[in-house]
């Protein structure tokens, strides 16, 4: 009894004696707090591959400043409590600005440790709330769905004169977002909402859920789900002979989906704010660059990632040192042009919210292809 | 009424597959009284040795799925056994279950990391070319899928009923210590279960992938289904599974049709629950005559 | 209990009352949640080590636990009141759940838990009226002690250690009691247990409840620590990370799963450098314990102190070298 109490003592005392405690030194500290592991694990490794593909180029012309950047990569497990840990271990470590994560849930929780610490935080999520809680330091990569879902909805309305739709979903924080926000866009243009159909993440069998919208009689069927359920859902909406129209955000018309669904992806029409396939120079670049060094192609967050590291360059570049508050102060209401810095890829100005605005693009499905059917301006 | 026969072909097809997955777990289950919580991943990484192959080596896709094949039996049959079951067995099923977990997380974290975290498209078997059957869209590779999980048990308890090392293989499962004293090669009797289970998950892996797409986290929810249909059908019976795995995929289907979406997984726990309260040996098992 | 076994505990608490001191926040909040799944790890080895009930659903006792002090103290209603409701609702569910799964033991009970826990989190993330939903709930208060806030992280820890003690010196009271005894026959001897007047269905009912409202409390700590919680946090992942933390301690010790929870809570910190490697290397770290120690570190402690014993004085059987 006596000496397992003692070793079990002592092992606490020699494992928290080694608790990791980094103290500054000079290079500039980005913490990459992001969804390695569990579900977001697929999103998080495109980031994260995106993110050291931009800091070893900014590294290799020279660092910023003339200091090198030091990446450290933390994992959220793609779970919030995780997150926020992370978090709080990245201000520990001395993080000069924290990336990520992506998935709004983890977002929500841990935006406000860095927010105490004043630490900036440049987020891929797209979770309405993320800039409406009047926090300071947080800033999107990418719309929120409280601009997008409005552009797609004026597409609908406008062009497509559809007055009823059937909604599909995936049952998470991801579909849920992206489904409350287009609904909620639906109610607001007098648009019925026919069939509201929720799966699961990783549901093998569509069936289901296909049998609702077909029998909705909408007049267009909106889908919200990650890459492989899109594709599942894709497949068994062709194979029910399903004839309405299907539109898709970003995610419907990603090049993953052509790859795993084939032609059952063909005349998918959406919306997408971020597109490794949009007729932009910089971002066919990229595309090349990042498929070369990878051997896999990027997504929107790859894409969102590489933006915010040449984000970050830009700014404290501007500033001229390495200044949490001035780096916050100053990426309000700024606009970045290709032309002051190449590897922002788009014209991109925020507002005081931290939210992102930049164009975007109304795409279709064609022969596997997306293809840019029209560029909608800035708002 | 087209409805609901579409919603039942449907959950028939995805139905097998479970029901393929499940069988695996009977079978370890009845020879070593090892509950494997790695089975979903052992579906799961099969498909990417075929991938390897083809994309990595350059094979055409039936050697790769011959070099497939092997390395399943190799590391999912005798690895297995060898360097995890064996030394584990004589502690009993507690430290099994514990290391069929982390050896799942060893498999998933390992085909991540190696080689990739998206999710890939595998090239199909048949084709997936739609029918029209009664009123049901159904396509040629469900009803293949289909008659290979029939076939696939019909054929086990053809070799199990009918050839030697298929009833000795039996003596084994029902007890080890009088087939043992009856001069059954205990050992090797529960190395053949061990090969057949890679077997299967292998055969289950080319089957599922087309349709499922092979990614690393694609056993997590398989195997739990798996598992459940494994218990729902009949711990100690290959055809219970094969009930189990086909019942839950229709009641799927149907309780998302006609009860909740949002809790459409909720039934087939309930279900679970309730058989383990009123019949716990399983809808087709048989009451366990051994004591655990 | 003997003056030495006493002066170590002395000496580790006090450890445990400095050693906060010497950490950044992010260590105290590593030093938090080790506190706290120990308390869930103690209940579960009550049930798991002692009455020898295999339970998948400890996750989902945290999961009530936590959503009832959530729920009820951002109602208005005083935390101590919220954390007693917390535990004696999971000792209520436990008892509602434990009473039909007992009739049917071992592996079987470990599937009705894994059941139970999976629709816990089915009914948190679907209710959304009452639980939020999928995006969970937000700024959930810490408690306010004598006037005392806990809102700064090292007040925090010392409100949990202060339960966490107390949890475990109730936990020694119960194993010590007779009726704490009366586990311990059963777990090795339930036939003769039974035959000596133990009523084993009533016996192991209640450690399950008991074990249960740990559950409960771990869960009510965890939302206060994090301030937050949504559905995903009381997955069966982490029932199974709870039942990991007690075997790779050593089911059936009283310090067993506090040292597993301590490794388990601290692994990532320790195989961070191996970065992308570190949960296939966490996996092989399991797998080889389970191979070499199925009965877990402490019990690896335990035999080798047996060994020594019998090599002091061979004549002793192993039994007299034991305990």
């Given at each position: 009894m006596t000496k397992r109490a003692l070793a079990s003592i002592a092992i606490a005392m020699a494992l928290s004696a080694g608790l990791p405690n980094i103290s500054w030194a000079d290079t500039i500290k980005i913490a990459n707090?992001?969804?390695?592991?569990?579900?977001?694990a697929t999103v998080g490794s495109n980031w994260r591959d995106a993110l050291k593909l931009a800091f070893e180029e900014i590294n290799a012309a020279g660092g910023i400043l003339g200091e090198q950047v030091e990446v450290t990569d933390y994992d959220t497990q793609t779970d919030p409590t995780t997150s926020r840990a992370m978090v709080q271990k990245a201000i520990d470590d001395g993080a000069y600005v924290i990336m990520g994560p992506i998935y709004s849930g983890s977002v929500k929780v841990n935006m406000m440790v860095a927010q105490q610490n004043g630490v900036p935080q440049l987020t891929g999520a797209e979770a309405p709330f993320i800039t409406d809680?009047?926090?300071?330091?947080i800033f999107r990569t990418s719309f929120g769905a409280q601009q997008s879902m409005p552009k797609l909805v004026k597409y609908l309305t406008e062009?497509?004169?559809?007055k009823s739709v059937a909604v599909a979903w995936v049952n998470d924080d991801f579909g849920k977002g992206g489904r409350d926000s287009f609904v909620a866009e639906l109610e607001k243009n007098g648009i019925a909402v026919n069939a509201d159909v929720s799966s699961e993440v990783g549901?093998?069998?569509f069936a289901a859920d296909v049998i609702k919208l077909k029998s909705s009689n909408a007049d267009a069927i909106f889908a919200y789900l990650h890459e492989e359920e899109s594709a599942r859902l894709l497949k068994e909406i062709r194979k029910q002979g399903v004839t309405q129209p299907i539109f898709g955000e970003t995610t419907l018309m990603n090049q993953k989906v052509v790859d795993l669904a084939g032609e059952a992806v063909n005349g998918v029409r959406g919306h997408v704010g971020?597109?490794?396939?949009?007729?932009?120079p910089g971002i066919e670049e990229f595309a090349k660059k990042f498929e070369a060094k990878y051997s896999y192609k990027p997504d929107h967050n790859a894409i969102k990632a590489y933006m915010g590291a040449y984000v970050v360059k830009y700014v404290t570049t501007k500033n001229g040192k390495a200044d949490r508050q001035a780096f916050a102060d100053a990426l309000h209401g700024l606009t970045i042009t290709p032309a002051d810095e190449?590897?922002?890829l788009m014209e991109t100005s925020w507002d005081d919210k931290g939210e992102v605005n930049r164009e975007s693009f109304l795409v279709e499905v064609k022969d596997g292809k997306q293809t840019v059917v029209s560029t909608l301006p800035k708002l | 009424m087209n409805t609901f026969f579409q919603l039942f072909v449907s959950g028939l097809a995805t139905g097998s597959i479970y029901a393929l997955a499940a069988i695996g777990f009977t079978l370890l289950w009845q020879a070593s009284q090892t509950i494997n919580f790695a089975q979903g991943e052992f579906i799961m990484l099969p498909a990417f040795f075929v991938l390897a192959g083809t994309?990595?080596?350059?094979?055409s896709f039936p050697v790769a799925m011959a070099i497939a094949v092997v390395l399943s039996l190799l590391l999912l049959g005798l690895g297995f056994k060898r360097i995890i079951i064996d030394p584990l067995l004589?502690?009993?099923?507690l430290p099994i279950v514990i290391a069929t977990i982390a050896l799942g997380i060893l498999m998933k974290e390992g085909v991540k990391q190696f080689y990739t975290a998206e999710a890939l498209p595998f090239p199909a078997l048949f084709s997936d070319r739609t029918l029209n059957v009664l009123g049901a869209a159904i396509s040629v590779q469900d009803i293949a899928v289909l008659l290979i999980a029939l076939g696939a048990v019909a054929l086990l308890q053809l070799f199990l009923n009918g050839t030697k090392i298929g009833r000795c293989m039996q003596a084994t499962a029902q007890n080890p210590n009088v087939a043992e004293i009856l001069g059954v090669p205990v050992r090797r009797m529960i190395l053949y279960t061990f090969l057949i289970n890679a077997g299967l998950a292998f055969l289950a892996s080319v089957l599922i992938s087309p349709i499922?797409?092979?990614?690393?986290?694609?056993?997590e929810t398989l195997g739990l289904i798996a598992f459940i249909a494994a218990i729902v059908g009949g711990f100690n019976q290959i055809r219970g599974a094969l009930a189990g795995g086909l019942l839950l995929g229709v009641i799927d289907n149907l309780s998302a049709a006609y009860v909740s979406a949002s809790y459409r997984s909720a039934v087939p726990l309930i279900l679970l629950i309730i058989i383990i309260l009123v019949r716990p040996q399983g809808l087709l098992g048989k009451a366990e005559g051994r004591t655990v | 209990m003997s003056k030495r076994t006493l002066a170590t505990l002395v000496a580790g608490l006090a450890i445990l009352i400095l050693?906060?001191?010497?950490?950044s926040n992010y260590g105290v909040f590593v030093l938090c949640s080790w506190l706290v799944y120990s308390i869930s790890a103690m209940g579960l080895n009550l049930t798991l080590?002692?009455?020898?009930q295999v339970s998948l659903a400890q996750a989902s006792f945290m999961g009530i636990g936590a959503y009832t002090t959530a729920l009820m103290t951002m109602a208005g209603v005083p935390w101590p009141a919220a954390m007693i409701a917390a535990m004696v609702l999971c000792f209520v569910i436990g008892l509602l759940l434990g009473y039909p799964a007992l009739r049917v033991q071992h592996h079987f009970l470990a599937f009705i838990t894994l059941a139970f826990n999976a629709l816990v989190v089915l009914v948190l993330r679907n209710e959304e009226w009452l639980t939020?939903?999928?995006y969970g709930i937000v700024g959930i208060p810490r408690p306010e002690l004598f006037g005392l806030q806990t809102q700064k992280p090292l007040a925090f820890y010392f409100f949990v250690l202060a339960l966490f003690v107390l949890m475990a010196v109730a936990l020694y009271a119960i194993i010590r009691s007779p009726w704490g005894r009366a586990f311990k026959a059963l777990r090795e001897n339930p036939i003769r247990a039974n035959s000596l007047g133990v009523d084993i269905r009533k016996t192991t009912l209640l450690a399950f409840a008991i074990g249960s409202s740990y559950g409960g409390l771990a869960g009510s700590l965890l939302a206060q620590l994090t301030q937050f919680i949504d559905p995903h946090s009381f997955g069966l992942t982490i029932s199974l990370k709870v039942l990991l933390m007690v075997i790779v301690g050593g089911?059936?010790?009283?310090f067993g799963p506090i040292l597993g929870a301590l490794l388990i809570v601290l692994a990532p910190e320790f195989l961070r450098f191996t970065e992308g490697y570190y949960l296939m290397i966490y996996a092989v770290l399991v797998i080889v314990l389970m191979i070499?120690?199925?009965?877990g570190l402490l019990g690896l402690v335990e035999r080798a102190r047996t060994a020594l014993k019998l090599r002091q004085n061979?004549?002793?059987?192993t039994w007299e070298a034991g305990r």
């Amino acid at each position: 009894m006596t000496k397992r109490a003692l070793a079990s003592i002592a092992i606490a005392m020699a494992l928290s004696a080694g608790l990791p405690n980094i103290s500054w030194a000079d290079t500039i500290k980005i913490a990459n707090v992001i969804e390695l592991s569990g579900a977001g694990a697929t999103v998080g490794s495109n980031w994260r591959d995106a993110l050291k593909l931009a800091f070893e180029e900014i590294n290799a012309a020279g660092g910023i400043l003339g200091e090198q950047v030091e990446v450290t990569d933390y994992d959220t497990q793609t779970d919030p409590t995780t997150s926020r840990a992370m978090v709080q271990k990245a201000i520990d470590d001395g993080a000069y600005v924290i990336m990520g994560p992506i998935y709004s849930g983890s977002v929500k929780v841990n935006m406000m440790v860095a927010q105490q610490n004043g630490v900036p935080q440049l987020t891929g999520a797209e979770a309405p709330f993320i800039t409406d809680m009047g926090n300071p330091y947080i800033f999107r990569t990418s719309f929120g769905a409280q601009q997008s879902m409005p552009k797609l909805v004026k597409y609908l309305t406008e062009e497509m004169k559809v007055k009823s739709v059937a909604v599909a979903w995936v049952n998470d924080d991801f579909g849920k977002g992206g489904r409350d926000s287009f609904v909620a866009e639906l109610e607001k243009n007098g648009i019925a909402v026919n069939a509201d159909v929720s799966s699961e993440v990783g549901q093998a069998d569509f069936a289901a859920d296909v049998i609702k919208l077909k029998s909705s009689n909408a007049d267009a069927i909106f889908a919200y789900l990650h890459e492989e359920e899109s594709a599942r859902l894709l497949k068994e909406i062709r194979k029910q002979g399903v004839t309405q129209p299907i539109f898709g955000e970003t995610t419907l018309m990603n090049q993953k989906v052509v790859d795993l669904a084939g032609e059952a992806v063909n005349g998918v029409r959406g919306h997408v704010g971020l597109s490794a396939n949009a007729p932009i120079p910089g971002i066919e670049e990229f595309a090349k660059k990042f498929e070369a060094k990878y051997s896999y192609k990027p997504d929107h967050n790859a894409i969102k990632a590489y933006m915010g590291a040449y984000v970050v360059k830009y700014v404290t570049t501007k500033n001229g040192k390495a200044d949490r508050q001035a780096f916050a102060d100053a990426l309000h209401g700024l606009t970045i042009t290709p032309a002051d810095e190449p590897g922002i890829l788009m014209e991109t100005s925020w507002d005081d919210k931290g939210e992102v605005n930049r164009e975007s693009f109304l795409v279709e499905v064609k022969d596997g292809k997306q293809t840019v059917v029209s560029t909608l301006p800035k708002l | 009424m087209n409805t609901f026969f579409q919603l039942f072909v449907s959950g028939l097809a995805t139905g097998s597959i479970y029901a393929l997955a499940a069988i695996g777990f009977t079978l370890l289950w009845q020879a070593s009284q090892t509950i494997n919580f790695a089975q979903g991943e052992f579906i799961m990484l099969p498909a990417f040795f075929v991938l390897a192959g083809t994309q990595f080596l350059g094979l055409s896709f039936p050697v790769a799925m011959a070099i497939a094949v092997v390395l399943s039996l190799l590391l999912l049959g005798l690895g297995f056994k060898r360097i995890i079951i064996d030394p584990l067995l004589p502690h009993g099923v507690l430290p099994i279950v514990i290391a069929t977990i982390a050896l799942g997380i060893l498999m998933k974290e390992g085909v991540k990391q190696f080689y990739t975290a998206e999710a890939l498209p595998f090239p199909a078997l048949f084709s997936d070319r739609t029918l029209n059957v009664l009123g049901a869209a159904i396509s040629v590779q469900d009803i293949a899928v289909l008659l290979i999980a029939l076939g696939a048990v019909a054929l086990l308890q053809l070799f199990l009923n009918g050839t030697k090392i298929g009833r000795c293989m039996q003596a084994t499962a029902q007890n080890p210590n009088v087939a043992e004293i009856l001069g059954v090669p205990v050992r090797r009797m529960i190395l053949y279960t061990f090969l057949i289970n890679a077997g299967l998950a292998f055969l289950a892996s080319v089957l599922i992938s087309p349709i499922y797409l092979a990614k690393f986290s694609n056993g997590e929810t398989l195997g739990l289904i798996a598992f459940i249909a494994a218990i729902v059908g009949g711990f100690n019976q290959i055809r219970g599974a094969l009930a189990g795995g086909l019942l839950l995929g229709v009641i799927d289907n149907l309780s998302a049709a006609y009860v909740s979406a949002s809790y459409r997984s909720a039934v087939p726990l309930i279900l679970l629950i309730i058989i383990i309260l009123v019949r716990p040996q399983g809808l087709l098992g048989k009451a366990e005559g051994r004591t655990v | 209990m003997s003056k030495r076994t006493l002066a170590t505990l002395v000496a580790g608490l006090a450890i445990l009352i400095l050693l906060p001191f010497t950490q950044s926040n992010y260590g105290v909040f590593v030093l938090c949640s080790w506190l706290v799944y120990s308390i869930s790890a103690m209940g579960l080895n009550l049930t798991l080590g002692y009455a020898g009930q295999v339970s998948l659903a400890q996750a989902s006792f945290m999961g009530i636990g936590a959503y009832t002090t959530a729920l009820m103290t951002m109602a208005g209603v005083p935390w101590p009141a919220a954390m007693i409701a917390a535990m004696v609702l999971c000792f209520v569910i436990g008892l509602l759940l434990g009473y039909p799964a007992l009739r049917v033991q071992h592996h079987f009970l470990a599937f009705i838990t894994l059941a139970f826990n999976a629709l816990v989190v089915l009914v948190l993330r679907n209710e959304e009226w009452l639980t939020g939903g999928t995006y969970g709930i937000v700024g959930i208060p810490r408690p306010e002690l004598f006037g005392l806030q806990t809102q700064k992280p090292l007040a925090f820890y010392f409100f949990v250690l202060a339960l966490f003690v107390l949890m475990a010196v109730a936990l020694y009271a119960i194993i010590r009691s007779p009726w704490g005894r009366a586990f311990k026959a059963l777990r090795e001897n339930p036939i003769r247990a039974n035959s000596l007047g133990v009523d084993i269905r009533k016996t192991t009912l209640l450690a399950f409840a008991i074990g249960s409202s740990y559950g409960g409390l771990a869960g009510s700590l965890l939302a206060q620590l994090t301030q937050f919680i949504d559905p995903h946090s009381f997955g069966l992942t982490i029932s199974l990370k709870v039942l990991l933390m007690v075997i790779v301690g050593g089911a059936g010790f009283f310090f067993g799963p506090i040292l597993g929870a301590l490794l388990i809570v601290l692994a990532p910190e320790f195989l961070r450098f191996t970065e992308g490697y570190y949960l296939m290397i966490y996996a092989v770290l399991v797998i080889v314990l389970m191979i070499f120690c199925p009965t877990g570190l402490l019990g690896l402690v335990e035999r080798a102190r047996t060994a020594l014993k019998l090599r002091q004085n061979p004549n002793a059987t192993t039994w007299e070298a034991g305990r």
